[in-house]
């Protein structure tokens, strides 16, 4: 069983930066497969990025590539998404997610989420 708890978001003007923090509870941290998600309402959940357990590989949705990076602390049980240069359009709840194995972008695929965290970016 894995708990997952984000913060670190908030309103930001447009071209700033936020950084999320996912913390995981749970022994095996390090098997996870980590992502984030977003979401707006009346839309479906949104893949943003993911990066595998031991933190090798990462892959990143067309839309956010170049402007946030995801990384990860094994030792701290926490990932961190860093989001520059944002945009109004990136304007969501963020969550992240754990599955064991490889990364997906399918968030069906994910067995283990937090509460979300909200990000609005005003323009």
């Known amino acids: 069983q894995v708990q997952l708890v984000e913060s670190g978001g908030g309103l930001v003007q447009a071209g700033g930066s936020l950084r999320l923090s996912c913390a995981a509870s749970?022994?095996?941290?390090?098997?996870?497969?980590m992502g984030w998600f977003r979401q707006v309402p009346g839309n479906e959940r949104e893949f943003v990025c993911a990066?595998?357990?031991?933190?090798?590989?990462?892959d990143y949705a067309d839309s956010v590539k170049g402007r946030f990076t995801i990384s990860r602390d094994n030792a701290k049980k926490t990932v961190y998404l860093q989001m520059n240069s944002l945009r109004p359009e990136d304007t969501a709840v963020y969550y992240c997610?754990?599955?064991?194995?490889?990364?997906?972008?399918?968030?069906?695929?994910?067995?283990?989420w937090g509460q979300g965290t909200q990000v609005t970016v005003s323009s």
């Open positions: 990066i595998t357990g031991t933190g090798d590989s990462t």
């Open positions: 749970g022994r095996t941290f390090s098997i996870y497969t």
């Open positions: 997610a754990a599955r064991p194995g490889g990364w997906s972008v399918n968030p069906g695929m994910y067995y283990y």
